[in-house]
């Protein structure tokens, strides 16, 4: 009964969809590329019935990219839930090679189980990578990570990502995941170094307290994480 009731609940509390969208840029060793991590909100979306006890979700994500006045880069694929995961989030992750410059995103989700529940969101981002100068790509946030050596949009040096595009961790979380790349140390600095990176809390009265922080020494190369 509580399973049914909270099916119940999922499937009539659509007011419209709520997605969540970040973007961060990284290069390889060739070229720039932009990644766009989307998060749609189970309880925003309409589930269908398959069957006497299976239900899913389709939702249609377009994504356009401009340049000044012109789209270069454009894709429209469907978003669908595994029957058994109805009341799962919904993540997707797609890459995009870009040049450097400045560039307005308009993503668009559109509900296919239910006409009229879409949204549209727009977001400007910048690719400024220096071919010589010791850099950091943007911070991508994670919900968990994981060695392993299979191909996908999903994995880079190696690792895993699972995304986390809300920038929200839940009060219950043990770990706070984070992937970020650095570039062309081995240009701009001779010998082995340390980086050091934490988290810091700003309290009201405007001062900032160190809550965590880790040093790891590195070796200059050409892209390391």
Known sequence: IFSLITLFNIIQNVNGIDASIAIASFKTYTNNYVEI???????TVKYKSIDSSHYSASIEVTYVIRFNDSI????KFSLNTHPKDFAIDLLD?????????????????????????ERTYRKNFEINFDENAFQFSDIQLLNSFQKDTTESVNSKLGFFLENNPTAFYHRN???????FEMYNSDKSIA?????????DR??????????????????????DA
């Open 173 to 179: 979380m043990t770990k706070l995941g984070l992937f």
């Open 202 to 223: 700003q309290e009201s009265n405007g001062n900032v307290t160190n809550l965590y922080s880790i040093s790891k020494k590195r070796s200059p190369r050409p892209i």
């Open 37 to 43: 991590y989307a998060q749609i909100a189970a309880s």
């Open 191 to 199: 010998d082995d170094y340390y980086i050091t990176y934490g988290i």
């Open 72 to 75: 270069v880069a454009f894709d």
């Open 93 to 117: 992750t797609k890459r995009f090679p870009l040049n450097q410059g400045k560039y307005i995103l308009e993503a668009t989700f559109r509900d296919l189980n239910k006409i009229g529940n």
